[in-house]
């Protein structure tokens, strides 16, 4: 059920005067079919979250179609023109660069770049802002920019670092394949963040766009030889505190 | 999209490693393991080799003896800023929660780098809040109290800094600590089988909200160190009058 400005919504009114995408149709009948309620303070607030998480949909295939290579943080590489290469193998925002600009060049200069999978979660959130908001408005919230995984997190992308049990999954969700028996020798396989992508696809840097099965059987390929137990998908999600970035103007 | 690097490096030796490990000895991995730690930093790619026979070692031969050289290394890397996740990983697939006194060791370290380290891989103690500064010492002691208390009802999660921000390593078993039964850290399973009796009890136990688990488990325990003969009266009462006792009691044991 969805609840805006305490009204419960309906649905087929909504569809019809906003015209949604495929993708937060699908959001949105998930969440009226829902058992939980998602409130929202306003229209304006529920849109922008329909808006986001189509936007991160939008930049993991955009991530997949690029040429960015699946390095791990030992040999992760970038564009040095936009940012510094830390000796832990994250990439931190170069001094005088323009955030918005440095986050446009990994699409553009794809090539430039080789990472994990945890650090392309990172850069597909903040693509996806900067689809959503001004570059001005961009470059001010995120002054500074470190790229690498969930250790380092700037405080308004911080709940995507939680990982929980949800009682719906939505498309532009983070979820977590885990390989329980990953060869020892590859620890980058231990297991694979990706992006809920709707229709039971999902995208994980390394790995590209695949479903539930296509993802387990590509990690099962980087488990030990006596391995007994098969990667899976873990019944919880991280996403990012939609309503807080709702209301940054 | 391509898959550049897992397996390639231009060392020979880690090449040899990658494409030998399942038939190379446990004795000439130790070695190479102890050479690299002699060598410890100085380079990347030997930090590399150090990584991949730190792994092969504790996850293919169980080898816990090299726990406390792992963890200095950690905390070496972290003071100069160095890569340290893969043996972070390392450390934790030991499933050893003993071993975490090594890094709780470092709560006293002068170094703050170090303290602010052994904080992030201690804060999954839900008793014990290690992101607050405050008084390493108490939190130090906190911490080996907690590990007295809850080691034989530790098990293993997996979860490790490249799925979530705050992992978990290890949960507590509640309901076996309620019941007083060692599991196993592998699966957190009681070694002995329940009995019948422990089942209901499990089965009421589990029905419990968060905080009546937490009061039930804590009381269980302490009653049963203390005297055996009240521990099985008060566990034979329905779950509402163990509550109740244990609301009532707790504070004074």
Avoid at chain 2, 23 to 28: H, K
Avoid at chain 2, 39 to 46: A, P
Avoid at chain 2, 218 to 224: P, R
Avoid at chain 2, 247 to 252: D, I, S, Y
Wanted: hydrophobic share 35%; charged share 25%.
């Amino acid at each position: 059920m969805i609840i805006i400005s305490s009204n419960v919504v309906n649905v087929n009114t909504f569809i019809n005067d906003y015209n949604p995408n495929d993708i937060e149709k699908d959001i949105i009948t998930k969440m009226d079919l829902s058992k939980s309620q998602y409130e929202y303070a306003s229209l304006a607030q529920f849109k922008f979250e329909l808006e986001l998480r189509n936007s991160i949909v939008i930049a993991a295939k955009n991530m997949n179609k690029g040429d960015m290579d699946f390095r791990t943080f030992r040999k992760s590489i970038c564009n040095p023109d936009y940012w510094d290469r830390t000796k832990e193998g994250g990439f931190i925002l170069k001094r005088g660069v323009a955030p918005s600009d440095a986050i446009k060049d990994i699409s553009i200069n794809s090539s430039k770049y080789g990472t994990e999978c945890a650090t392309a979660m990172i850069i597909i959130y903040y693509q996806a802002l900067l689809n959503i908001y001004a570059a001005s408005l961009f470059n001010k919230l995120f002054p500074t920019i470190e790229l690498m995984n969930w250790h380092y997190i700037d405080n308004l992308l911080e709940d995507v670092g939680y990982i929980e049990k949800r009682s719906d999954y939505f498309p532009g969700d983070r979820r977590y394949f885990y390989n329980p028996d990953v060869d020892p020798v590859e620890p980058e396989w231990q297991g694979e963040n990706v992006i809920d992508l709707s229709n039971g696809l999902y995208f994980g840097h390394g790995i590209g766009i695949g479903d539930n099965a296509e993802m387990i059987s590509e990690l099962n390929k980087f488990r030990i030889k006596e391995a007994t137990t098969s990667a899976y998908l873990l019944d919880s999600a991280a996403r990012l505190d939609f309503k807080t970035l709702s209301d940054i103007k | 999209m391509r898959i550049a690097n897992t397996n390639d490096s231009s060392s020979s030796k880690l090449k040899y490693l990658y494409s030998t490990h399942r038939e190379i000895a446990y004795s000439d991995l130790k070695n190479m393991f102890e050479n690299c730690i002699s060598n410890r930093e100085s380079s990347d790619e030997h930090d590399k080799i150090l990584d991949v026979t730190a792994s092969l070692l504790i996850k293919t031969h169980k080898d816990k003896t090299i726990l406390p050289t792992i963890v200095d290394t950690i905390f070496s890397r972290n003071r100069r800023g160095l890569f340290n996740h893969d043996l972070i990983w390392s450390f934790f697939q030991a499933r050893d929660p003993y071993s975490l006194m090594l890094i709780a060791n470092y709560l006293n370290s002068e170094d703050i780098d170090d303290v602010k380290l052994a904080r992030k891989l201690l804060d999954f103690v839900p008793s014990i809040d290690m992101t607050r500064g405050g008084d390493s010492k108490k939190q130090y002691l906190s911490f080996f109290y907690y590990l007295k208390e809850n080691y034989p009802f530790l098990y293993f999660t997996g979860e490790s800094f490249q799925r979530t921000s705050n992992p978990k390593p290890y949960v507590i078993a509640l309901d076996a600590k309620y019941l007083c039964k060692r599991v196993s850290v592998n699966t957190g399973k009681p070694f002995i089988p329940l009995t019948q009796k422990e089942n209901n009890l499990s089965k009421y136990f589990n029905k419990l909200d968060d905080d009546n688990k937490q009061l039930l488990s804590n009381f269980s325990l302490k009653i049963q160190y203390q005297n055996k003969y009240l521990w099985r009266s008060w566990i034979n009462q329905s779950i509402i009058k163990q509550i109740n006792t244990a609301e009532a009691r707790l504070g004074f044991l």
